[in-house]
């Protein structure tokens, strides 16, 4: 990999720890790496898109079908990216994931990405939904696959509110993580 100034695609899906991605993307731009953003419909329900437009200095992707996006954005964006990173990734996303399920921007480019480059996955959810029998086994399908990289969450508390397991890693520790795969 080209370490420092590769590409990272940075995909949000709808969970409350969306806003801890801010952080991690405001480290990886001062690091000089390229960031550009795809949220999935209800990653934007969480976080406005322009705040990672201001922060990325690229616009940000959410429509597959936009006229004024550029064509094929699935194929462009995956062929940009060294990386690929989903964070939070919800437990829908996931189990999309797992199904070869491209029925939005962000599902269709992990779908096209280059299997030789790496995707890390940052799961984030209620305890409840991490335990749940169908997320456990679509993600030991995930862990399955050579170039997908699954970065567990912790036991705390959530931002929900509640405590257990589900709290997605600290900023600096994705960080951390991704300078460790790049
Ligand atoms: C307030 C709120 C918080 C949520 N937090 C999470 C979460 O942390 N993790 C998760 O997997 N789903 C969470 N959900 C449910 C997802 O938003 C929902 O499953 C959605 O369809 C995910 O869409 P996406 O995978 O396309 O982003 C939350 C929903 C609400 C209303």
Same mark, same amino acid.
């Given at each position: 990999?080209?370490?420092?100034?590769?590409?990272?695609?940075?995909?949000?899906?709808?969970?409350?720890?969306?806003?801890?991605?801010?952080?991690?993307?405001?480290?990886?731009?001062?690091?000089?790496?390229?960031?550009?953003?795809?949220?999935?419909?209800?990653?934007?329900?969480?976080?406005?898109?322009?705040?990672?437009?201001?922060?990325?200095?690229?616009?940000?992707?959410?429509?597959?079908?936009?006229?004024?996006? *550029?064509?094929?954005?699935?194929?462009?964006?995956?062929?940009?990216?060294?990386?690929?990173?989903?964070?939070?990734?919800?437990?829908?996303?996931?189990?999309?994931?797992?199904?070869?399920?491209?029925?939005?921007?962000?599902?269709?480019?992990?779908?096209?990405?280059?299997?030789?480059?790496?995707?890390?996955?940052?799961?984030?959810?209620?305890?409840?939904?991490?335990?749940?029998?169908?997320?456990?086994?679509?993600?030991?399908?995930?862990?399955?696959?050579?170039?997908?990289?699954?970065?567990?969450?912790?036991?705390?508390?959530?931002?929900?509110?509640?405590?257990?397991?589900?709290?997605?890693?600290?900023?600096? *520790?994705?960080?951390?993580?991704?300078?460790?795969?790049?």
């Amino acid at each position: 990999m080209k370490g420092k100034k590769a590409n990272i695609l940075v995909g949000i899906c709808g969970g409350i720890a969306a806003y801890k991605i801010c952080q991690v993307i405001r480290i990886l731009v001062k690091d000089d790496y390229s960031v550009k953003v795809m949220m999935t419909p209800a990653a934007s329900e969480f976080i406005q898109p322009l705040v990672f437009k201001e922060l990325t200095k690229n616009p940000v992707y959410l429509d597959m079908f936009s006229y004024s996006a *550029e064509n094929t954005p699935h194929i462009k964006l995956s062929d940009w990216a060294d990386l690929v990173m989903v964070a939070p990734l919800s437990a829908n996303t996931l189990s999309k994931i797992t199904c070869g399920i491209c029925d939005n921007l962000l599902t269709a480019v992990i779908c096209a990405f280059d299997p030789k480059n790496p995707v890390l996955f940052v799961p984030s959810m209620n305890e409840k939904m991490w335990n749940n029998p169908v997320i456990k086994k679509n993600l030991s399908r995930l862990n399955k696959i050579k170039n997908y990289i699954i970065f567990e969450p912790k036991a705390g508390g959530l931002a929900c509110g509640a405590k257990g397991v589900g709290r997605m890693p600290e900023p600096e *520790e994705i960080y951390q993580k991704i300078e460790a795969i790049i």
